[in-house]
């Protein structure tokens, strides 16, 4: 069983490059995911009401949720970076992005796992080859999965739907989920899939991933059908692909969930 699979297939990281190259100015980046890779120098980095950050060796940064940070670097050396901002598919709401730390830290002396990925990105980002900047979006969408893997692999969370799915039990039923989101699931028939009693199963998933098993399935349905929805795909379409049998039910589930209705995102009714 891959738990990551139905994830990135209904929803689709992605990842566009805009800086390669020395810093030697400070420099603030907001309003979007980032992903950050220091190849060399010494790099400052601030957040409000947090202590500073201090990096001397090549280390990845993320900011999957679009923190406000800002960088500072010794102007007669700078800082050698690459940048990127980054979409983990289906918007604000997004299962992974809410599950992740608002910053994730991985110094690639203690993860050498990353290193070739980012050697292969390194030399891409100060070389001037063919096909550069599709190269180097698609080496950090790749890093992105990486990030994720490990954040469920080392237990770096302790609550939210990656933490659910460290847990082997949770993580069938979760999967399951992920896998159809389409299928009218009940309590009893989730609590089977992870091989537990209904009320330990509705206890300990709302203790590990901070919803109700049915309100956690409601969120996944309204991500794939945001991220449908900004495809281009009709009201009516996207409300049978997440499970519901008429397009005025799912508008009402989709403006209670996201704040907005469906039209709002600019498709055809």
């Known amino acids: 069983m891959d738990p990551l699979a139905a994830l990135f297939t209904h929803v689709t990281p992605s990842a566009r490059t805009f800086y390669t190259g020395n810093l030697c100015q400070a420099l603030r980046f907001s309003g979007a995911g ?10 400052t980095v601030s957040r409000s009401g947090e202590a500073d950050l201090e990096f ?7 900011f999957p949720r679009g923190l406000t940070h800002d960088f500072a670097v010794d102007p007669k050396r700078g800082a050698d970076l690459v940048c990127a901002t980054v979409e983990l598919g289906g918007a604000e709401g997004n299962p992974i992005g809410l599950g992740l730390p608002e910053c994730v ?6 993860h050498p796992a990353l290193r070739p990925v980012c050697d ?9 080859g063919g096909g550069r900047q599709t190269a180097l979006d698609r080496l950090f969408e790749y890093l992105l999965i990486l990030i994720v893997r490990h ?22 039923a979760l999967t399951a989920i992920h896998e159809a989101p ?11 899939v992870a ?18 098993p049915i309100e956690y399935l409601t969120v996944w349905r309204m991500t ?8 281009g795909k009709p009201v009516k379409s996207v409300a049978a692909q997440v499970g519901y049998d008429s397009a005025a039910a799912f508008s009402r589930v989709f403006s209670r969930v996201t704040g907005h209705p469906p039209r709002d995102i600019g498709q055809p009714q």
């Open 34 to 43: 980032h992903l950050h890779l220091l190849k060399a120098g010494e790099l």
């Open 56 to 62: 001397f060796e090549p280390t990845l940064l993320f």
């Open 105 to 110: 830290v991985l110094p690639l002396a203690e």
């Open 120 to 128: 292969l990105l390194v030399g891409e980002a100060f070389a001037e």
């Open 151 to 172: 954040v469920i692999e080392c237990g770096v969370v302790s609550t939210g739907v990656l933490a659910g799915l460290a847990d082997p039990r949770l993580a069938k």
């Open 182 to 192: 389409r299928k009218p699931w009940k309590l009893e028939e989730l609590a089977e």
């Open 195 to 212: 091989g537990m009693s209904r009320t330990r199963f509705a206890e300990y998933f709302r203790k590990l991933v901070g919803r109700t």
């Open 224 to 231: 794939i059908a945001r991220q449908l929805l900004g495809k």
